[in-house]
Nanobody, 122 residues
Framework: VQLQASGGGLVQTGGSLRLSCAAS????????IGWFRQAPGKEREWVSI????????YYADSVEGRFAISRDVAKTTVYLDMNQLNVDDTAVYSC????????????????WGQGTQVTVSS
C-alpha cells in the first residue's frame, strides 16, 4: 500500500487549500483514510477521516464546518478541502490508511504517506 500526499503551500488567513492523498495497493474497499497534522512543538492530531466502506466522515472539532473530506469515484484519491484557514492550521499534514477504522481514529494507521506543509500567514 502506498499513499502520496500533495497540495500543501502558503496561504493567507481566510484562504483555502485542497490536499490530495493518492492511494494504491488496497485489495478491497474495507479501509479508512485519515488526514493528520502536526504543528511544531505539538503532538500529531487527526483532522478528518473517511471510511470507504460506509462513506462515513469524521472531523475534529477544530476543523468542523471549515474542512471537508471526500474521495473520488474510483476510490483512489482522498481530498481535504480546507477553507477559512487560520494560523492555527499551520502544520505538516499527512494521510494515513488502515483496513481498520479504529486504528485510523486512534492515530495509528498502518500505512502513511509523506507529509505536506501547510502554512497560513496572518
Amino acid at each position: 500500500v502506498q499513499l502520496q500526499a500533495s497540495g500543501g503551500g502558503l496561504v493567507q488567513t481566510g484562504g483555502s487549500l485542497r490536499l490530495s492523498c493518492a492511494a494504491s495497493g488496497f485489495t478491497s474497499d474495507a479501509y479508512a483514510i485519515g488526514w493528520f497534522r502536526q504543528a511544531p512543538g505539538k503532538e500529531r492530531e487527526w483532522v478528518s477521516i473517511i471510511d470507504f466502506l460506509s462513506d462515513q466522515t469524521y472531523y475534529a472539532d477544530s476543523v468542523e464546518g471549515r474542512f471537508a473530506i471526500s474521495r473520488d469515484v474510483a476510490k483512489t484519491t482522498v481530498y481535504l478541502d480546507m477553507n477559512q484557514l487560520n494560523v492555527d492550521d499551520t502544520a505538516v499534514y499527512s494521510c494515513g490508511a488502515d483496513t481498520g477504522l479504529r486504528a485510523v481514529i486512534a492515530g495509528h494507521p498502518r500505512y502513511w504517506g509523506q507529509g505536506t506543509q501547510v502554512t497560513v500567514s496572518s
